[in-house]
């Protein structure tokens, strides 16, 4: 049954943000991206079941986290024994420690605080996401769609976009076309030790990404607690101060958080 049909037969209104698969050959590549093979996994958005019914099928056990009670209740009818139902909004959730995989259609609007989520848990995942975050996601240093959540990301992970799904595989029709975004989970090879000064070191300076270390680094001071005089002092002393801020990698705010660190975060 296609989920218009399901839903209907459900008295459930889709809002905005639930757009639900219809297309058997995306759930089937998002499942595949997924390597979930006896593997416990989280699903995040079960909808009516289509990518959970998937998922059951290949998994040792699966943890489906579905917001809306009557679609929750749905699937649980669906009886499907390795399928634990959860009816919690995802990023209130205490995700088990055992998740080794997770996979899903997961709401546009709230995206990146789900891959937020993931990273911090370093959990390998399968998402189908807005293609525009995708883009973001794989974006290098100096692409225009370079930015914080790119270094974010690729702090947590090593993205890999798969393909691209076009809006009418959803029901209802989203205004954006999504992507299938694969995550590898890996931030320990960048060596980081203090990963908090680190983010906030990488998100006050993508404020002026186009400005140079040297100019970016006065001009957020506020942010990172600095003293005027002191910013201006130093400014020509920390690495890549040349460099622009679009341009820079992972590793190099890295430097620069060291270096922050180092000589105001005392």
């Known amino acids: ?84 139902v959860i009816n919690e909004n995802i990023l209130e959730y205490e995700i088990p420690e055992e998740i080794e995989r997770c996979v899903g259609n997961i709401p546009f609007q709230i995206s990146s605080e789900i891959l937020d989520l993931l990273g911090e848990k370093q959990i390998q995942s399968s998402l189908l996401v807005q293609k525009e975050l995708a883009e973001k996601a794989v974006a290098d240093p100096g692409d225009k769609n370079y930015g914080y959540f790119s270094v974010r990301i690729n702090y947590y992970f090593v993205p890999v976009k798969l393909r691209n799904v076009p809006s009418r595989n959803f029901h209802p029709s989203p205004d954006v076309d999504g992507a299938i975004l694969k995550l590898y989970p890996n931030k320990q090879r960048h060596g980081i030790k203090d990963e908090e000064t680190f983010l906030k070191v990488a998100k006050a300076l993508f404020t002026h990404k186009r400005k140079k270390i040297r100019n970016s680094f006065v001009d957020v001071r506020h942010i990172l607690d600095i003293e005027k005089d002191r910013a201006k002092e130093l400014r020509d002393q920390i690495p890549h101060s040349e460099k622009r801020v679009i341009n820079l990698t992972v590793k190099e705010i890295a430097e620069i958080a060291e270096f922050y660190q180092e000589n105001f975060n005392q």
Request: charged residues 30%.
């Open 1 to 84: 049954m296609k989920p218009r049909e399901e839903l209907q037969k459900l008295g459930v209104r889709p809002v905005e943000g639930q757009n639900f698969l219809n297309s058997q050959s995306t759930i089937k590549a998002l499942v595949e991206a997924g390597e979930i093979d006896d593997k416990t996994v989280l699903e995040i958005g079960a909808g009516t079941g289509s990518i959970t019914r998937e998922l059951s099928e290949k998994a040792e056990k699966v943890y489906a986290v579905e917001s809306d009670t009557t679609l929750a209740n749905h699937v649980k009818g669906l009886k499907l024994d390795n399928v634990e």
